[in-house]
């Protein structure tokens, strides 16, 4: 066998041509996913304490039905709480307590939105996910709170 010299373009493309053509065994392909769900082991987890879907009462009429808030969603974990309400524009949410820091909703595919959380705990992600997703939630100076999965 010989040596690839790393520093000759055409061997270092041959190897990558290489690279790219040959079949990754599907343990591989396996392995690689079950590491990158490990990556949020030391997020605390925030259990849904509050869905207003479980509501049977019916609410009192609205003037608008467009400015009606869909649904109020509370998850809580020990020293936290995500409060968010999922409007036609898309979700709004306050941390608590407040802090300013970076939100972001995923699916398995991967993120569908970011945005920043002011020093008031407050965020806005726009537009609302029409997929599953769970927010992952950290706080500049604290952990990252992960939610369940949230059901549009």
């Keep these: 066998m010989t040596e690839t010299d790393w520093n000759d373009d055409g061997q270092l ?3 990558l041509r290489d690279a790219l053509t040959e079949e990754v065994p599907r343990t591989f392909i396996d392995a690689g996913k079950a590491a990158f769900a490990w990556r949020t ?3 605390e987890l925030a259990a849904l304490t509050y869905d207003s879907a479980w509501d049977t ?6 003037r608008s039905a467009e400015s009606a808030v869909l649904r109020s969603l509370t998850f809580a974990s020990e020293g936290w709480t995500i409060e968010i309400e999922l409007t036609p524009e898309g979700l709004l949410g306050q941390l608590d307590p ?6 972001k909703a995923s699916t398995d595919d991967g993120v569908l939105a970011t945005a920043r959380i002011d020093e008031l705990g407050f965020f806005v992600l726009k ?7 769970r927010l992952a939630c950290t706080p500049d100076d604290g952990p990252t709170i992960l939610t369940g999965w949230v059901t549009p």
């Design 127 to 133: 537009p609302l996910p029409k997929a599953p997703y």
């Design 57 to 62: 009462v019916e609410a009192a009429p609205v």
């Design 41 to 43: 082991i030391d997020a």
């Design 13 to 15: 493309l041959e190897a």
């Design 98 to 103: 407040p802090a300013a820091g970076e939100i």
